[in-house]
């Protein structure tokens, strides 16, 4: 009995023994926290390759990824944004070309008044000598006048005054101006023909060397078009200038013109023929092309226009092409003129930066010289600063008021 009860201790005591191994082992190993309660979150999409945002419709917000913080660590959310609006440029409304450069006579005369004073100053001499003569010659070969149109300024003055005998500020000022304006010419036709009577578009080559200002009045010359209630395209042919077409598209939104352009260094006479060929399509009224005033190849310019002109020509004649030349230049420019007008056929002068140092006579010297009219004149940094040229209100300001 006794041999049982002992047994039976025993047994108790290694239960409880192992027991305790058991629950202490369990102490040292420490259960899993529970899973923490996350939202419900739609797992996203895979990311997409490139050229899958341009198949999405653009009136659908678009979504992107961002990481939001959560218990468990960051997770990924589908956030949806607006959808972004491209803003069309803003098109402007052009200044009427009618009279604008009598508007800016003011402009005009402040920098070319020297001429006019300086002329009606020895005019008004008590006695004029030969040497007085002289120096109205001077003055005027100064200004860049010519010495023919020169001589024959002077000699009308001399034959005129000789007869007058005496003479008030008044008659001075009326004789120079009667003779300048002979000089200038009242008679010519001075219209940018850009309306063939028996097809559309009417077509212009703009041309002239780089650092006139050839694409800026190519610009503004749209904005005068459109001013007069036309419709234009323009033809970016200037591929040599990277930045050439890029200025000429921004001239073509301000006014809601289209441009044509072509890549960079490509063949001008081909976004030529493809301006022409858009403008047709659109049934548009003018179609302007800008032409490079150098090359990226060693073609010679003049060769390379010629080209623009024929491929041109295969479509439709050529209505006018502007030569433009920067007034500042003087005997420079007229060199440029006799080139130019070798090749294409000019019909009409644009003369830009007619402002601050530039001297007026030279719109008697160019047209004598090729024997066009300056059709179009410059007068500043504006974008409706570029206007028909209009003889008397030109000769009005070079002699002031």
Known sequence: METIILAVVIAVVVLGA???????????KPLPPPPPAAPDITAPPAEPH????????RDEPRRTIEEVDLPGGPAPVVVEEP???????EIEIPEPTAGRLVRLRTRLSRSQNALGKGLLTLLSREHLDDDTWEEIEDTLLTADVGVQPTQELVE??????????????DELRGLLREELLKLVGTDVDRTVRTEPEDRKPGIVMVVGVNGTGKTTTTGKLARVLVADGRTVVLGAADTFRAAAADQLQTWGERVGAYTVRGPEAGDPASVAFD???????????????????RLHTKTGLMDELGKVKRVVEKQAPLDEVLLVLDATTGQNGLVQARVFAEVVDITGIVLTKLDGTAKGGIVVAVQRELGVPVKLVGLGEGADDLAPFEPEAFVDALIGE
């Open 50 to 57: 490139v050229g899958d945002e341009a198949e999405t419709p």
């Open 156 to 169: 009308g003055l001399r034959e005129r005054v000789k007869v007058l005998g005496t003479r008030t500020p």
């Open 275 to 293: 301006a022409v060929k858009e403008g047709k399509e659109m049934g548009v009224d003018v179609v302007l092309i800008d032409t490079a005033g």
């Open 83 to 89: 959808p972004s609006a491209v803003e069309a440029p």
């Open 18 to 28: 192992l027991g305790g191994l058991v629950i202490g082992s369990r102490r040292r």
